[in-house]
């Protein structure tokens, strides 16, 4: 009886960010291409060839992490998402309203400075900064039974976003390199 309803609660729950799915798939092959590319897991890089491919790579995953950042801020402009999911996952008594939008300043900033050879450190270590900034919050999210419920987002995906955050501070960790 249960697996019936399953699908309609799923159904009903919007408030989780679009496309999430998407964001977990990225995540990881973004991060497990950074690995392999400093050798963590496949040795010394033995040609030019090799080398060429992870300095591509490098230049693709600042692109697609320039975009990731600068969509998860732009997940401020939704009014609804911001007070069903965003909000109530903040600890209290920290100011939610003035954490989710600085957080979201924080990403769009760290995005936009990632654009420019120049400035990426500095996009890269404030998006790492904002990771570990808000991990609380996710940690809260996973353990307090009234922020499942306000934000109707239970186990198991409450515990999805915890290492998936890692994966995006492995990602950006890259880019200080």
Same mark, same amino acid.
């Given at each position: 009886?249960?697996?019936?309803?399953?699908?309609?609660?799923?159904?009903?729950n919007?408030?989780?960010p679009?496309?999430f799915?998407?964001?977990?798939?990225?995540?990881?092959?973004f991060?497990?291409?950074?690995?392999?590319c400093e050798?963590?897991?496949?040795?010394?890089?033995?040609?030019?060839?090799?080398?060429h491919?992870?300095?591509?790579w490098?230049?693709?995953?600042?692109?697609?992490?320039v975009?990731?950042?600068?969509?998860?801020?732009?997940?401020?402009?939704? $009014?609804?998402?911001v007070n069903?999911?965003?909000? =109530?996952i #903040?600890?209290?008594? !920290?100011p939610?309203? *003035?954490?989710?939008? /600085?957080?979201?300043?924080?990403?769009?900033l760290?995005?936009?400075?990632?654009?420019?050879?120049?400035?990426?450190i500095?996009?890269?270590?404030?998006i790492?900064?904002?990771l570990?900034a808000?991990?609380?919050?996710?940690?809260?999210?996973?353990?307090?039974?009234? $922020?499942q419920?306000?934000?109707?987002i239970?186990? =198991?995906? #409450?515990?999805?976003? !915890?290492p998936i955050q *890692?994966?995006?501070l /492995?990602?950006?960790?890259w880019?200080?390199?």
């Amino acid at each position: 009886n249960s697996f019936i309803t399953m699908p309609k609660i799923a159904a009903k729950n919007d408030n989780k960010p679009p496309n999430f799915m998407y964001v977990v798939l990225a995540a990881f092959l973004f991060a497990s291409g950074c690995i392999a590319c400093e050798d963590v897991g496949i040795g010394k890089i033995q040609s030019i060839d090799e080398m060429h491919l992870c300095f591509a790579w490098k230049e693709f995953s600042r692109v697609a992490l320039v975009f990731f950042m600068v969509s998860a801020a732009g997940l401020r402009l939704n $009014a609804k998402l911001v007070n069903n999911l965003l909000i =109530p996952i #903040v600890p209290p008594p !920290l100011p939610a309203k *003035l954490c989710v939008y /600085a957080s979201g300043v924080a990403e769009l900033l760290g995005g936009l400075l990632l654009i420019a050879n120049a400035t990426a450190i500095y996009g890269a270590w404030l998006i790492i900064a904002t990771l570990v900034a808000v991990f609380p919050a996710n940690v809260y999210h996973a353990v307090s039974k009234e $922020a499942q419920r306000r934000t109707k987002i239970g186990p =198991p995906d #409450v515990y999805v976003r !915890l290492p998936i955050q *890692l994966l995006f501070l /492995a990602w950006a960790r890259w880019h200080v390199l």
